[in-house]
């Protein structure tokens, strides 16, 4: 085997301009890599940094096939892509990471949980809903949680129902309902594996969620847990990705459960926003983490250097337009903020326009810091002229 390699090192293809391809282009470019983006807005936020922007649906096959065409390797930040179409193109010689017929496991959320629970990881007691009826969940028994099959995220697609009086507000959709899980925190949990089965763990983060909503409020790294709690979370979620044989980062959400147990909540086989810290605090960073395990690269160390707290900046309710960010500099000036902004030309009410990090030494100060960037960075929208 060679050490050497021709420039380009690679040419890689993202299914997805978003703002998780858009972090991963500079760590592909450090690597040598020359990046082409599929998405379907012109001007994506990956778009704006790649070499070049297909302007595309992901369940386009043809268009799939251009991106394959022009690619030595294919990733994707996002799940609601076409894996069929992938999985097509795979047996035609393509390279894909992670594996197209794993996104496609993972994309039905009741067959990403038998995945897992065949696979012997811990999760909560779960049952398929074909049509949603009272009977069914008064027998499975409330509090639970209903989730759409396919297609939810950032809250989308999941009810939390306290008692049957909530039934009224549920999903008329193919879904599955899971046992509400009592849970002193949310852990998220950063795996890298690379094409060779090397496996590297992040250190687990603590996320807290809007009330209501499932969309990340803050995060804390590292998670103030114990040192047990951390080992096993680090177990639990190694042996996530193994049981999936995935290549790649993926982010492995968790519930530490009020009894003490970890139960594993959701996989995410892509880079993760439990993992938007990394940046700033660690030796290597999630976004090239990926690019390395996709390339096949030996993998980076994920010593966390430094805490930090890590706020999403969503666009303000009733706000929809061109983009106004208020409070910016103020925000800047206060020392360890780093701020990102995903360069998306129109907000929209909770919209992810963009995150700040807080670096401190200390994780408490970190965390007043980030509090305080929450109550003055606002992204408001234009007045119509």
Known sequence: MTDAHSYP?????????????????PAAKRLGCTCLVLDPTPDAPAG???????????HDPSRLAELAAASDVLTFDLEDIDAEALIELETRGTRIVPAPDLLRSI???????????????????????????PEQFERFGYPLVQKA????YDGRGVVVMRDASAFAEHLPVPSLIERFVPARKELGVLVVRGRDGDTRV?????????????????LLAPAAVPGTV??????????????LDGVGVFGVEMFWAENGSLLVNEVAPRTHN????TIETCVTDQFEQHVRAVLGLPLGSTELERPAAMINLLGAPGATGPPVIEGLESA???????????????????????????????LERARTKAERVRQLVRITAEDPK
């Open 9 to 25: 090192v690679a040419r890689l293809g993202f299914v997805g301009g978003g703002q998780l391809a858009r972090m991963m282009i």
């Open 48 to 58: 704006q940094m790649a070499d070049r922007q297909i302007v595309g649906n992901f």
């Open 107 to 133: 994309q039905d959320k009741l067959h990403q949980k038998r995945r897992l629970h065949d696979a012997g990881i811990p999760t909560a007691a779960f049952e398929a809903v074909d049509a949603a009826t």
């Open 149 to 152: 099959r396919r297609g939810g």
């Open 202 to 218: 992040y250190p687990p983060v603590e996320m807290a969620f809007r009330p209501g909503e499932n969309v990340l409020e803050m």
């Open 230 to 243: 951390v080992e096993e979370a680090n177990r639990v979620a190694i042996d996530t990705v193994e049981a």
């Open 274 to 277: 439990s993992g938007h810290h």
């Open 332 to 362: 800047l000036a206060i020392p360890g903020v780093c701020v990102h902004l995903y360069g998306k030309a129109v907000t929209k009410p909770h919209r992810k326009m963009g995150h700040v990090t807080v670096v401190d030494t200390d």
